[in-house]
Protein backbone atom coordinates (compact mmCIF):
# COMPACT_ATOMS: atom_id res chain seq x y z
CA UNK A 1 0.00 0.00 0.00
CA UNK A 2 1.34 3.31 -0.93
CA UNK A 3 1.67 5.30 2.06
CA UNK A 4 2.86 8.40 0.89
CA UNK A 5 -0.05 8.81 -1.75
CA UNK A 6 -0.39 12.78 -1.57
CA UNK A 7 -3.07 12.62 -4.13
CA UNK A 8 -6.00 14.53 -2.95
CA UNK A 9 -9.43 12.15 -4.30
CA UNK A 10 -12.92 13.29 -3.09
CA UNK A 11 -13.77 10.15 -2.11
CA UNK A 12 -10.77 9.33 0.38
CA UNK A 13 -9.82 12.37 2.04
CA UNK A 14 -7.99 10.91 4.72
CA UNK A 15 -6.44 14.35 5.78
CA UNK A 16 -8.10 15.36 9.02
CA UNK A 17 -7.41 19.42 9.76
CA UNK A 18 -8.73 21.81 12.46
CA UNK A 19 -11.81 24.07 11.49
CA UNK A 20 -10.98 27.45 12.47
CA UNK A 21 -14.03 28.76 13.43
CA UNK A 22 -14.36 25.88 16.34
CA UNK A 23 -10.93 24.49 17.79
CA UNK A 24 -12.90 21.85 19.14
CA UNK A 25 -14.06 20.09 15.94
CA UNK A 26 -12.22 18.85 13.18
CA UNK A 27 -12.79 17.78 9.48
CA UNK A 28 -13.05 13.99 8.98
CA UNK A 29 -13.06 11.99 6.07
CA UNK A 30 -16.43 11.07 4.37
CA UNK A 31 -18.10 14.39 4.93
CA UNK A 32 -17.56 13.49 9.08
CA UNK A 33 -16.60 15.57 12.05
CA UNK A 34 -14.52 14.60 14.55
CA UNK A 35 -14.19 16.17 18.42
CA UNK A 36 -11.86 15.00 20.62
CA UNK A 37 -11.37 11.81 22.77
CA UNK A 38 -9.31 13.73 25.49
CA UNK A 39 -6.73 11.05 25.40
CA UNK A 40 -4.51 12.24 22.17
CA UNK A 41 -3.10 8.65 21.95
CA UNK A 42 -6.77 7.38 21.22
CA UNK A 43 -7.57 10.52 19.09
CA UNK A 44 -4.14 9.24 16.88
CA UNK A 45 -5.53 5.31 16.97
CA UNK A 46 -9.11 6.28 15.97
CA UNK A 47 -7.88 8.46 13.11
CA UNK A 48 -8.73 11.49 14.54
CA UNK A 49 -10.97 11.67 17.27
CA UNK A 50 -14.97 10.32 18.15
CA UNK A 51 -17.02 10.71 14.84
CA UNK A 52 -20.20 13.75 15.56
CA UNK A 53 -23.05 11.48 15.63
CA UNK A 54 -21.64 8.40 16.90
CA UNK A 55 -22.75 6.12 19.75
CA UNK A 56 -19.42 4.61 21.41
CA UNK A 57 -19.57 1.84 23.70
CA UNK A 58 -17.07 1.11 26.08
CA UNK A 59 -16.98 -2.66 27.62
CA UNK A 60 -16.16 -2.75 31.60
CA UNK A 61 -14.18 -4.94 33.03
CA UNK A 62 -15.98 -5.56 36.45
CA UNK A 63 -12.76 -5.55 38.20
CA UNK A 64 -11.34 -2.03 37.34
CA UNK A 65 -12.51 0.90 36.95
CA UNK A 66 -10.40 1.87 34.24
CA UNK A 67 -13.43 2.46 31.98
CA UNK A 68 -13.68 5.51 34.01
CA UNK A 69 -10.15 6.97 32.93
CA UNK A 70 -11.52 7.04 29.24
CA UNK A 71 -15.06 8.70 30.79
CA UNK A 72 -13.09 11.48 32.49
CA UNK A 73 -11.00 12.35 29.95
CA UNK A 74 -13.72 12.62 28.00
CA UNK A 75 -15.74 14.68 29.91
CA UNK A 76 -12.86 16.97 30.23
CA UNK A 77 -12.05 17.75 27.22
CA UNK A 78 -16.08 18.59 26.43
CA UNK A 79 -16.11 21.22 29.34
CA UNK A 80 -12.77 22.76 28.78
CA UNK A 81 -13.58 22.90 24.83
CA UNK A 82 -17.30 24.49 26.13
CA UNK A 83 -19.28 22.03 24.24
CA UNK A 84 -22.42 21.13 26.67
CA UNK A 85 -22.15 17.97 28.55
CA UNK A 86 -25.05 15.50 29.94
CA UNK A 87 -23.94 12.85 32.08
CA UNK A 88 -25.65 10.09 33.92
CA UNK A 89 -24.83 7.24 36.44
CA UNK A 90 -26.20 4.97 38.92
CA UNK A 91 -24.78 6.93 42.12
CA UNK A 92 -26.98 9.01 44.17
CA UNK A 93 -24.89 12.27 43.21
CA UNK A 94 -23.58 12.38 40.01
CA UNK A 95 -22.62 15.97 40.35
CA UNK A 96 -19.84 14.88 42.70
CA UNK A 97 -18.12 13.36 39.66
CA UNK A 98 -16.91 16.00 38.56
CA UNK A 99 -15.09 17.08 41.36
CA UNK A 100 -12.70 14.25 40.26
CA UNK A 101 -12.38 15.37 36.62
CA UNK A 102 -9.17 16.26 35.11
CA UNK A 103 -7.47 19.60 34.34
CA UNK A 104 -5.48 20.19 31.20
CA UNK A 105 -1.76 20.15 32.03
CA UNK A 106 0.09 23.04 31.99
CA UNK A 107 2.02 23.93 29.14
CA UNK A 108 5.65 23.00 29.59
CA UNK A 109 8.53 22.98 27.34
CA UNK A 110 8.76 19.01 26.88
CA UNK A 111 7.33 17.28 24.87
CA UNK A 112 6.28 13.38 24.94
CA UNK A 113 9.09 12.70 22.14
CA UNK A 114 12.06 13.42 24.24
CA UNK A 115 10.89 10.26 26.38
CA UNK A 116 12.53 8.09 23.67
CA UNK A 117 16.04 10.03 23.81
CA UNK A 118 16.73 9.13 27.72
CA UNK A 119 18.46 6.03 26.57
CA UNK A 120 21.96 7.99 24.72
CA UNK A 121 24.00 5.04 24.61
CA UNK A 122 23.76 1.69 23.16
CA UNK A 123 20.35 0.97 21.98
CA UNK A 124 19.24 -2.62 20.81
CA UNK A 125 16.97 -1.44 17.83
CA UNK A 126 14.65 -4.77 18.37
CA UNK A 127 11.93 -2.50 19.27
CA UNK A 128 12.55 -0.85 16.26
CA UNK A 129 8.75 0.56 15.13
CA UNK A 130 9.20 2.93 18.31
CA UNK A 131 11.24 4.91 16.44
CA UNK A 132 10.18 4.99 13.16
CA UNK A 133 8.40 8.82 12.65
CA UNK A 134 4.67 8.98 12.79
CA UNK A 135 2.43 7.70 10.56
CA UNK A 136 1.01 9.65 7.75
CA UNK A 137 -1.44 11.22 9.11
CA UNK A 138 -0.64 15.01 9.87
CA UNK A 139 -2.14 15.71 12.92
CA UNK A 140 0.59 18.00 13.73
CA UNK A 141 -0.20 20.70 10.50
CA UNK A 142 -0.32 23.45 13.47
CA UNK A 143 1.43 22.92 16.98
CA UNK A 144 -1.17 25.86 18.38
CA UNK A 145 -4.62 24.29 16.95
CA UNK A 146 -3.42 20.85 17.90
CA UNK A 147 -3.39 21.87 21.65
CA UNK A 148 -6.58 23.73 21.16
CA UNK A 149 -8.35 20.55 20.00
CA UNK A 150 -7.09 17.80 22.29
CA UNK A 151 -5.67 18.59 25.76
CA UNK A 152 -2.81 16.76 27.92
CA UNK A 153 -4.84 16.18 30.75
CA UNK A 154 -2.95 15.75 34.39
CA UNK A 155 -5.17 13.42 36.14
CA UNK A 156 -3.59 14.53 39.67
CA UNK A 157 -5.36 18.05 39.45
CA UNK A 158 -8.68 18.52 40.01
CA UNK A 159 -10.59 20.73 36.93
CA UNK A 160 -11.28 24.22 38.03
CA UNK A 161 -14.62 24.38 39.63
CA UNK A 162 -15.66 26.94 36.73
CA UNK A 163 -16.07 24.50 34.27
CA UNK A 164 -18.78 23.00 35.44
CA UNK A 165 -20.84 25.73 37.43
CA UNK A 166 -22.54 26.76 34.48
CA UNK A 167 -25.89 25.88 32.53
CA UNK A 168 -23.83 23.46 30.00
CA UNK A 169 -23.44 20.53 32.13
CA UNK A 170 -26.49 18.35 33.20
CA UNK A 171 -26.27 15.52 35.52
CA UNK A 172 -28.65 12.87 35.66
CA UNK A 173 -28.53 10.39 38.46
CA UNK A 174 -30.64 6.66 37.08
CA UNK A 175 -30.02 4.66 40.55
CA UNK A 176 -34.05 5.01 41.65
CA UNK A 177 -35.54 5.35 38.14
CA UNK A 178 -37.97 2.59 37.81
CA UNK A 179 -37.18 2.43 33.72
CA UNK A 180 -34.75 4.40 31.31
CA UNK A 181 -37.49 6.38 29.89
CA UNK A 182 -36.99 9.47 31.89
CA UNK A 183 -33.05 9.22 30.53
CA UNK A 184 -34.49 8.87 27.57
CA UNK A 185 -36.24 12.31 27.25
CA UNK A 186 -33.69 13.88 28.71
CA UNK A 187 -31.28 12.68 26.00
CA UNK A 188 -33.96 13.42 23.78
CA UNK A 189 -33.74 17.35 24.84
CA UNK A 190 -30.31 17.46 25.15
CA UNK A 191 -30.24 16.13 21.66
CA UNK A 192 -32.25 18.31 19.84
CA UNK A 193 -30.35 21.12 20.92
CA UNK A 194 -27.43 19.94 18.18
CA UNK A 195 -30.11 18.65 15.25
CA UNK A 196 -28.09 18.55 12.22
CA UNK A 197 -28.81 20.49 9.43
CA UNK A 198 -26.68 21.84 6.50
CA UNK A 199 -25.94 24.63 7.88
CA UNK A 200 -22.50 25.02 9.81
CA UNK A 201 -22.17 23.36 13.23
CA UNK A 202 -22.03 26.14 16.22
CA UNK A 203 -20.97 23.43 18.51
CA UNK A 204 -21.27 19.83 19.14
CA UNK A 205 -22.91 18.20 22.53
CA UNK A 206 -21.27 14.81 24.66
CA UNK A 207 -23.03 12.78 26.78
CA UNK A 208 -21.70 10.27 28.98
CA UNK A 209 -23.52 7.28 30.56
CA UNK A 210 -21.75 5.11 33.42
CA UNK A 211 -22.26 1.37 33.83
CA UNK A 212 -25.96 1.82 32.22
CA UNK A 213 -26.99 -1.47 32.92
CA UNK A 214 -25.03 -2.00 36.39
CA UNK A 215 -27.19 -4.49 38.46
CA UNK A 216 -27.75 -1.59 41.11
CA UNK A 217 -30.22 0.01 38.50
CA UNK A 218 -33.75 -1.44 39.24
CA UNK A 219 -34.27 -2.32 35.06
CA UNK A 220 -31.14 -4.17 34.48
CA UNK A 221 -33.06 -7.62 34.07
CA UNK A 222 -35.09 -6.05 31.61
CA UNK A 223 -33.11 -6.99 28.58
CA UNK A 224 -35.06 -5.51 25.73
CA UNK A 225 -36.15 -2.27 27.38
CA UNK A 226 -32.15 -1.56 27.98
CA UNK A 227 -31.89 -2.51 24.42
CA UNK A 228 -34.12 -0.57 23.23
CA UNK A 229 -33.00 2.70 24.89
CA UNK A 230 -29.47 2.30 23.50
CA UNK A 231 -31.22 1.85 19.50
CA UNK A 232 -32.93 4.51 20.38
CA UNK A 233 -29.68 6.99 21.45
CA UNK A 234 -28.31 5.72 18.32
CA UNK A 235 -31.11 6.66 16.07
CA UNK A 236 -30.72 10.54 18.40
CA UNK A 237 -27.14 10.43 17.49
CA UNK A 238 -27.29 10.08 14.01
CA UNK A 239 -28.75 13.25 13.38
CA UNK A 240 -27.18 15.19 16.29
CA UNK A 241 -23.84 16.81 16.04
CA UNK A 242 -23.16 14.87 19.68
CA UNK A 243 -21.11 12.17 20.47
CA UNK A 244 -22.56 9.65 22.87
CA UNK A 245 -20.47 7.47 25.16
CA UNK A 246 -21.81 4.61 27.25
CA UNK A 247 -20.00 2.27 29.43
CA UNK A 248 -21.45 -1.10 30.09
CA UNK A 249 -19.97 -4.28 31.94
CA UNK A 250 -20.85 -6.85 29.22
CA UNK A 251 -19.54 -10.11 32.12
CA UNK A 252 -23.24 -8.73 33.67
CA UNK A 253 -25.12 -9.35 30.84
CA UNK A 254 -26.61 -12.19 29.12
CA UNK A 255 -24.18 -13.17 26.02
CA UNK A 256 -26.75 -12.37 23.36
CA UNK A 257 -27.84 -9.07 24.93
CA UNK A 258 -24.00 -8.10 25.17
CA UNK A 259 -23.55 -9.11 21.80
CA UNK A 260 -26.89 -6.69 19.94
CA UNK A 261 -25.21 -4.07 22.37
CA UNK A 262 -21.75 -4.67 20.91
CA UNK A 263 -23.48 -4.31 17.40
CA UNK A 264 -25.14 -1.43 18.19
CA UNK A 265 -22.07 0.75 18.84
CA UNK A 266 -19.97 2.90 15.71
CA UNK A 267 -17.49 2.47 17.94
CA UNK A 268 -16.47 -0.23 20.83
CA UNK A 269 -14.05 -0.26 23.09
CA UNK A 270 -13.00 -2.68 26.05
CA UNK A 271 -10.68 -2.54 29.05
CA UNK A 272 -9.37 -4.99 30.76
CA UNK A 273 -7.36 -4.90 33.94
CA UNK A 274 -3.95 -5.86 34.33
CA UNK A 275 -2.82 -8.67 37.02
CA UNK A 276 -0.65 -6.94 39.49
CA UNK A 277 2.44 -9.51 39.73
CA UNK A 278 1.69 -12.03 37.06
CA UNK A 279 4.90 -13.28 36.09
CA UNK A 280 4.42 -14.54 32.89
CA UNK A 281 2.79 -11.30 31.44
CA UNK A 282 5.69 -9.69 32.85
CA UNK A 283 7.76 -12.08 30.87
CA UNK A 284 6.14 -11.31 27.82
CA UNK A 285 5.34 -7.82 27.13
CA UNK A 286 8.40 -4.88 27.87
CA UNK A 287 7.18 -2.51 30.53
CA UNK A 288 5.04 -4.44 32.01
CA UNK A 289 4.98 -2.87 35.21
CA UNK A 290 4.26 0.63 34.33
CA UNK A 291 0.75 -0.61 32.72
CA UNK A 292 -2.41 -0.54 34.68
CA UNK A 293 -5.06 -2.00 32.17
CA UNK A 294 -5.52 -2.92 28.24
CA UNK A 295 -7.72 -0.86 25.80
CA UNK A 296 -8.91 -3.30 23.32
CA UNK A 297 -10.54 -1.63 20.06
CA UNK A 298 -12.83 -3.66 18.33
CA UNK A 299 -14.68 -1.39 15.93
CA UNK A 300 -14.32 2.01 14.82
CA UNK A 301 -17.04 4.32 13.14
CA UNK A 302 -17.45 4.23 9.57
CA UNK A 303 -20.14 6.73 9.59
CA UNK A 304 -21.15 7.66 5.83
CA UNK A 305 -18.64 4.59 4.10
CA UNK A 306 -18.27 1.10 3.64
CA UNK A 307 -14.44 0.79 4.23
CA UNK A 308 -13.71 -0.98 7.40
CA UNK A 309 -10.79 0.98 9.30
CA UNK A 310 -8.22 -1.75 9.86
CA UNK A 311 -5.82 -1.23 12.72
CA UNK A 312 -1.91 -1.67 12.86
CA UNK A 313 -2.62 -3.23 16.21
CA UNK A 314 -5.91 -3.28 17.84
CA UNK A 315 -4.77 -3.98 21.80
CA UNK A 316 -2.79 -1.32 24.01
CA UNK A 317 -1.62 -0.67 27.25
CA UNK A 318 -3.00 1.53 29.01
CA UNK A 319 -0.28 3.81 31.18
CA UNK A 320 0.27 6.68 33.66
CA UNK A 321 3.10 8.89 32.33
CA UNK A 322 4.77 10.38 35.17
CA UNK A 323 1.56 9.33 37.07
CA UNK A 324 -0.39 12.16 35.74
CA UNK A 325 -0.65 11.70 31.81
CA UNK A 326 -2.78 8.95 30.28
CA UNK A 327 -0.91 7.39 27.71
CA UNK A 328 -1.79 4.34 25.19
CA UNK A 329 1.30 2.60 24.17
CA UNK A 330 1.46 -0.69 21.74
CA UNK A 331 2.18 -3.77 23.53
CA UNK A 332 5.85 -4.68 22.62
CA UNK A 333 6.91 -8.53 22.80
CA UNK A 334 9.95 -9.34 25.16
CA UNK A 335 12.95 -10.80 23.30
CA UNK A 336 12.64 -14.74 23.59
CA UNK A 337 15.40 -15.84 26.10
CA UNK A 338 17.59 -17.59 24.58
CA UNK A 339 18.63 -19.91 27.11
CA UNK A 340 15.20 -21.39 28.01
CA UNK A 341 14.71 -22.33 24.57
CA UNK A 342 10.48 -23.42 24.97
CA UNK A 343 9.42 -19.77 25.16
CA UNK A 344 8.05 -20.03 21.16
CA UNK A 345 7.12 -23.19 21.58
CA UNK A 346 4.63 -22.56 24.87
CA UNK A 347 3.32 -19.16 23.59
CA UNK A 348 1.55 -20.51 20.05
CA UNK A 349 -1.93 -21.52 20.07
CA UNK A 350 -2.11 -25.25 19.28
CA UNK A 351 0.38 -25.75 22.58
CA UNK A 352 -3.44 -26.76 24.58
CA UNK A 353 -2.47 -24.61 27.10
CA UNK A 354 -5.24 -24.22 29.93
CA UNK A 355 -5.46 -20.77 30.45
CA UNK A 356 -6.30 -18.72 27.63
CA UNK A 357 -4.34 -16.05 26.17
CA UNK A 358 -3.55 -13.04 28.50
CA UNK A 359 -4.28 -10.81 25.70
CA UNK A 360 -7.48 -12.40 24.70
CA UNK A 361 -10.33 -10.55 25.58
CA UNK B 1 -26.51 -1.74 -21.12
CA UNK B 2 -22.98 -1.28 -20.88
CA UNK B 3 -20.39 -3.37 -20.09
CA UNK B 4 -20.46 -4.53 -16.29
CA UNK B 5 -17.39 -5.66 -14.30
CA UNK B 6 -19.13 -9.01 -12.32
CA UNK B 7 -16.97 -9.95 -9.49
CA UNK B 8 -17.12 -13.23 -7.74
CA UNK B 9 -20.22 -11.99 -5.20
CA UNK B 10 -22.02 -10.94 -8.57
CA UNK B 11 -21.35 -14.50 -9.76
CA UNK B 12 -22.22 -16.48 -6.49
CA UNK B 13 -25.52 -14.76 -6.46
CA UNK B 14 -26.18 -15.30 -10.10
CA UNK B 15 -26.28 -11.39 -11.39
CA UNK B 16 -24.35 -11.89 -14.20
CA UNK B 17 -26.89 -14.43 -15.52
CA UNK B 18 -29.26 -11.66 -17.14
CA UNK B 19 -30.46 -14.46 -19.55
CA UNK B 20 -33.15 -15.79 -17.28
CA UNK B 21 -34.45 -12.76 -15.67
CA UNK B 22 -33.89 -9.35 -15.77
CA UNK B 23 -33.35 -9.15 -12.02
CA UNK B 24 -31.82 -12.42 -11.10
CA UNK B 25 -32.52 -12.08 -7.41
CA UNK B 26 -36.95 -11.88 -8.06
CA UNK B 27 -38.84 -14.54 -6.23
CA UNK B 28 -35.76 -15.64 -3.85
CA UNK B 29 -35.00 -14.47 -0.45
CA UNK B 30 -31.44 -13.91 0.06
CA UNK B 31 -30.34 -13.81 4.01
CA UNK B 32 -27.01 -11.98 4.99
CA UNK B 33 -24.88 -12.95 8.19
CA UNK B 34 -21.94 -11.30 9.55
CA UNK B 35 -20.50 -11.09 13.10
CA UNK B 36 -18.95 -7.35 15.12
CA UNK B 37 -15.77 -8.03 13.56
CA UNK B 38 -16.80 -8.20 9.82
CA UNK B 39 -19.88 -6.20 8.76
CA UNK B 40 -21.45 -7.73 5.78
CA UNK B 41 -23.42 -4.18 4.78
CA UNK B 42 -21.15 -3.88 1.44
CA UNK B 43 -23.36 -7.18 0.63
CA UNK B 44 -26.42 -5.13 0.95
CA UNK B 45 -24.68 -2.10 -1.04
CA UNK B 46 -23.62 -4.06 -3.57
CA UNK B 47 -27.27 -5.23 -4.44
CA UNK B 48 -28.82 -2.50 -3.77
CA UNK B 49 -26.36 -1.10 -6.83
CA UNK B 50 -27.10 -4.16 -8.75
CA UNK B 51 -31.13 -3.94 -8.43
CA UNK B 52 -31.12 -0.76 -9.90
CA UNK B 53 -28.95 -1.24 -12.93
CA UNK B 54 -30.66 -4.37 -13.78
CA UNK B 55 -33.76 -2.90 -15.57
CA UNK B 56 -34.85 0.29 -16.03
CA UNK B 57 -38.31 -0.42 -14.56
CA UNK B 58 -36.80 -2.49 -11.01
CA UNK B 59 -37.40 -0.77 -7.71
CA UNK B 60 -36.54 -0.66 -4.18
CA UNK B 61 -38.42 -1.00 -0.89
CA UNK B 62 -35.63 -0.29 1.76
CA UNK B 63 -36.74 -0.85 5.40
CA UNK B 64 -33.29 1.21 7.64
CA UNK B 65 -32.99 0.16 10.72
CA UNK B 66 -29.18 0.82 11.73
CA UNK B 67 -28.28 3.97 9.27
CA UNK B 68 -29.92 7.16 7.84
CA UNK B 69 -30.55 7.93 4.10
CA UNK B 70 -27.74 10.44 4.05
CA UNK B 71 -25.31 7.47 5.00
CA UNK B 72 -26.57 4.75 2.07
CA UNK B 73 -26.89 8.17 -0.24
CA UNK B 74 -23.11 8.69 0.36
CA UNK B 75 -21.84 5.26 0.04
CA UNK B 76 -24.05 4.68 -2.95
CA UNK B 77 -22.94 7.32 -4.29
CA UNK B 78 -19.55 6.06 -4.46
CA UNK B 79 -20.48 3.01 -5.61
CA UNK B 80 -21.48 5.07 -8.84
CA UNK B 81 -25.27 4.85 -8.02
CA UNK B 82 -27.93 8.14 -7.01
CA UNK B 83 -30.50 7.20 -4.66
CA UNK B 84 -31.60 10.69 -4.25
CA UNK B 85 -32.14 10.80 -8.07
CA UNK B 86 -34.15 7.14 -7.47
CA UNK B 87 -35.96 8.24 -4.39
CA UNK B 88 -37.06 11.01 -6.63
CA UNK B 89 -37.86 8.97 -9.57
CA UNK B 90 -40.23 6.64 -7.70
CA UNK B 91 -37.69 3.48 -7.76
CA UNK B 92 -36.33 3.75 -4.06
CA UNK B 93 -38.71 4.01 -1.20
CA UNK B 94 -37.02 4.75 1.72
CA UNK B 95 -38.17 3.48 4.89
CA UNK B 96 -36.65 5.25 8.17
CA UNK B 97 -37.21 2.84 10.87
CA UNK B 98 -34.31 4.13 13.54
CA UNK B 99 -36.72 5.58 15.51
CA UNK B 100 -39.52 2.66 15.55
CA UNK B 101 -40.10 0.89 18.64
CA UNK B 102 -43.29 -0.77 19.17
CA UNK B 103 -45.32 -0.35 22.49
CA UNK B 104 -44.89 -3.17 24.63
CA UNK B 105 -47.31 -6.22 25.20
CA UNK B 106 -50.58 -5.45 27.20
CA UNK B 107 -50.52 -2.06 26.70
CA UNK B 108 -53.44 -0.92 24.74
CA UNK B 109 -52.68 0.12 21.25
CA UNK B 110 -50.02 -2.95 20.70
CA UNK B 111 -50.13 -3.86 17.57
CA UNK B 112 -46.90 -5.54 16.85
CA UNK B 113 -45.13 -4.20 13.58
CA UNK B 114 -48.66 -3.71 11.80
CA UNK B 115 -47.67 -0.42 10.73
CA UNK B 116 -44.52 -1.66 8.83
CA UNK B 117 -46.58 -4.40 7.03
CA UNK B 118 -48.82 -1.81 6.17
CA UNK B 119 -46.74 0.39 4.99
CA UNK B 120 -45.43 -2.62 2.72
CA UNK B 121 -48.32 -3.61 1.25
CA UNK B 122 -49.44 -0.21 0.03
CA UNK B 123 -46.22 0.54 -1.72
CA UNK B 124 -45.75 -3.04 -3.18
CA UNK B 125 -49.19 -2.47 -4.26
CA UNK B 126 -48.64 1.18 -5.83
CA UNK B 127 -46.03 -0.24 -7.78
CA UNK B 128 -46.97 -2.98 -8.53
CA UNK B 129 -49.01 -1.77 -11.56
CA UNK B 130 -45.95 -0.43 -13.47
CA UNK B 131 -42.72 -1.53 -11.93
CA UNK B 132 -42.19 -5.33 -12.20
CA UNK B 133 -38.92 -6.25 -10.19
CA UNK B 134 -39.26 -4.82 -7.00
CA UNK B 135 -36.92 -5.85 -3.87
CA UNK B 136 -37.41 -5.92 -0.34
CA UNK B 137 -34.83 -5.01 1.86
CA UNK B 138 -34.19 -5.06 5.60
CA UNK B 139 -31.33 -3.55 7.19
CA UNK B 140 -30.67 -5.33 10.25
CA UNK B 141 -32.98 -7.77 11.50
CA UNK B 142 -31.36 -7.90 14.96
CA UNK B 143 -32.89 -4.04 15.34
CA UNK B 144 -36.00 -5.40 14.25
CA UNK B 145 -35.96 -7.26 16.88
CA UNK B 146 -35.14 -4.63 19.29
CA UNK B 147 -37.67 -2.59 17.99
CA UNK B 148 -40.42 -5.21 18.70
CA UNK B 149 -39.38 -5.59 21.66
CA UNK B 150 -37.69 -9.44 21.34
CA UNK B 151 -40.88 -10.44 20.52
CA UNK B 152 -39.83 -13.12 18.14
CA UNK B 153 -43.39 -13.72 17.00
CA UNK B 154 -43.89 -10.42 14.86
CA UNK B 155 -40.49 -10.49 14.05
CA UNK B 156 -41.14 -14.08 11.93
CA UNK B 157 -44.73 -12.95 10.69
CA UNK B 158 -42.92 -9.77 9.30
CA UNK B 159 -40.59 -12.44 7.64
CA UNK B 160 -42.89 -14.67 6.52
CA UNK B 161 -45.36 -12.32 5.17
CA UNK B 162 -42.05 -10.74 3.20
CA UNK B 163 -40.87 -13.86 2.21
CA UNK B 164 -44.53 -14.54 1.00
CA UNK B 165 -43.93 -11.91 -1.00
CA UNK B 166 -41.13 -13.19 -2.95
CA UNK B 167 -43.68 -16.06 -4.51
CA UNK B 168 -44.82 -15.48 -8.40
CA UNK B 169 -48.55 -16.23 -7.31
CA UNK B 170 -48.05 -12.40 -5.64
CA UNK B 171 -45.39 -10.12 -6.63
CA UNK B 172 -42.13 -12.22 -6.93
CA UNK B 173 -40.12 -9.86 -4.86
CA UNK B 174 -36.74 -10.72 -4.10
CA UNK B 175 -36.10 -10.16 -0.40
CA UNK B 176 -32.89 -9.51 1.38
CA UNK B 177 -32.28 -9.13 4.78
CA UNK B 178 -29.37 -9.01 7.12
CA UNK B 179 -28.62 -10.34 10.84
CA UNK B 180 -25.40 -10.83 13.07
CA UNK B 181 -24.87 -14.47 13.75
CA UNK B 182 -22.93 -13.96 16.43
CA UNK B 183 -25.58 -12.89 18.73
CA UNK B 184 -27.57 -16.72 18.47
CA UNK B 185 -24.15 -18.18 19.00
CA UNK B 186 -25.19 -19.30 22.88
CA UNK B 187 -28.16 -21.25 21.23
CA UNK B 188 -30.67 -18.99 23.11
CA UNK B 189 -33.70 -17.11 21.54
CA UNK B 190 -32.76 -18.97 17.83
CA UNK B 191 -35.93 -19.20 16.90
CA UNK B 192 -35.49 -16.10 14.59
CA UNK B 193 -32.80 -17.22 13.07
CA UNK B 194 -33.07 -20.79 12.24
CA UNK B 195 -36.40 -19.75 10.77
CA UNK B 196 -34.51 -17.45 8.10
CA UNK B 197 -32.09 -20.34 7.60
CA UNK B 198 -34.43 -22.24 6.37
CA UNK B 199 -36.33 -20.05 4.42
CA UNK B 200 -33.65 -18.24 2.48
CA UNK B 201 -33.07 -19.49 -0.49
CA UNK B 202 -29.36 -17.87 -0.78
CA UNK B 203 -27.33 -17.75 2.54
CA UNK B 204 -24.23 -15.20 2.67
CA UNK B 205 -22.18 -14.94 4.84
CA UNK B 206 -19.22 -12.95 6.08
CA UNK B 207 -16.82 -13.72 8.78
CA UNK B 208 -13.14 -12.64 9.31
CA UNK B 209 -9.89 -14.62 8.20
CA UNK B 210 -8.85 -17.08 10.78
CA UNK B 211 -5.82 -15.82 10.83
CA UNK B 212 -6.88 -12.13 12.36
CA UNK B 213 -6.55 -8.77 10.80
CA UNK B 214 -5.33 -7.27 7.34
CA UNK B 215 -5.01 -4.40 5.82
CA UNK B 216 -5.83 -6.21 2.20
CA UNK B 217 -7.77 -8.98 2.82
CA UNK B 218 -10.83 -7.52 4.88
CA UNK B 219 -12.49 -11.10 5.30
CA UNK B 220 -14.12 -14.06 3.38
CA UNK B 221 -17.69 -14.81 2.75
CA UNK B 222 -19.31 -18.12 1.91
CA UNK B 223 -22.27 -17.83 -0.43
CA UNK B 224 -24.96 -21.06 -0.40
CA UNK B 225 -27.42 -20.79 -3.22
CA UNK B 226 -30.09 -23.36 -2.08
CA UNK B 227 -30.89 -23.56 -6.12
CA UNK B 228 -34.30 -24.11 -4.94
CA UNK B 229 -35.73 -23.33 -8.41
CA UNK B 230 -34.71 -25.99 -10.26
CA UNK B 231 -36.21 -26.88 -13.63
CA UNK B 232 -35.86 -30.87 -14.06
CA UNK B 233 -36.83 -31.88 -10.00
CA UNK B 234 -33.35 -32.09 -9.39
CA UNK B 235 -32.04 -29.42 -6.73
CA UNK B 236 -28.58 -28.46 -6.01
CA UNK B 237 -26.59 -26.91 -3.54
CA UNK B 238 -23.92 -24.20 -4.96
CA UNK B 239 -21.15 -22.99 -2.47
CA UNK B 240 -18.81 -20.60 -3.23
CA UNK B 241 -15.83 -19.62 -1.40
CA UNK B 242 -13.79 -16.28 -1.38
CA UNK B 243 -11.59 -13.53 0.26
CA UNK B 244 -12.76 -10.07 -0.48
CA UNK B 245 -11.28 -6.41 0.23
CA UNK B 246 -13.48 -3.61 0.25
CA UNK B 247 -12.75 -0.29 -1.43
CA UNK B 248 -15.13 3.11 -1.37
CA UNK B 249 -15.95 2.23 -5.46
CA UNK B 250 -16.57 -1.18 -4.82
CA UNK B 251 -15.29 -4.42 -3.92
CA UNK B 252 -12.43 -6.83 -4.40
CA UNK B 253 -12.93 -10.66 -4.45
CA UNK B 254 -10.51 -13.16 -5.34
CA UNK B 255 -10.09 -16.80 -4.35
CA UNK B 256 -7.59 -17.29 -1.44
CA UNK B 257 -4.04 -16.92 -2.09
CA UNK B 258 -5.02 -15.33 -5.85
CA UNK B 259 -5.00 -11.61 -4.43
CA UNK B 260 -3.12 -9.58 -7.29
Given amino acids: MAATRARVSSFSRNVSTVTSQNPGLKHGPNGTMFISSGIPDLDKILGGGFSLGSLVMVMEDPEAPHHMLLLRNFMSQGLVQKQPLLYASASRDPKSFLGTLPSPASPKGDNKSSDLSHEKDLRIAWQYKKYFGEPQLNLNTNNGGQHDYCNDFDLRKPLDRHFFSGNNVDCVSIKDSPNLTALQDCCAGFLAKFSRNEGSISSAGRIAIQSFCSPQCKYSNEEWHMLSFIRSLKGMARSSNAVIVVTFPPSLLPPSCSKRLQHMADTLLSVKAIPDEDKELAKLLTGYQDMIGLLNVHKVARLNTQVPVILEATTFSIKLQKRRFLVLECLNQAPVDGSSGSSYGTSGGCSGSTKAGPLDF | ?260
Wanted: hydrophobic share 40%; aromatic share 8%.
Fill in chain 2, 1 to 260: MEQKNWNLLDEALGLNNNNAKPWPLCGRFVLVEDCVDTSAAFVLHQILKRSFSSHPSSAVVFLAFSHPFSHYDRVLRKLGCNLAAQRDNGRLFFLDMLMLQCPDEGKANHDGLASVFEQIERVITALHQDKKFISIMIDDISFLEVAANGSSNDVLNLVHYCHTLTSDSEYGCAFIALDHKDIYLNGDRTAVMLEMEFLADILVKAEPLATGLAKDVHGQLMVLDKETQHRHGVSTVKTHNFHFKIKENGIECFYPGTKI
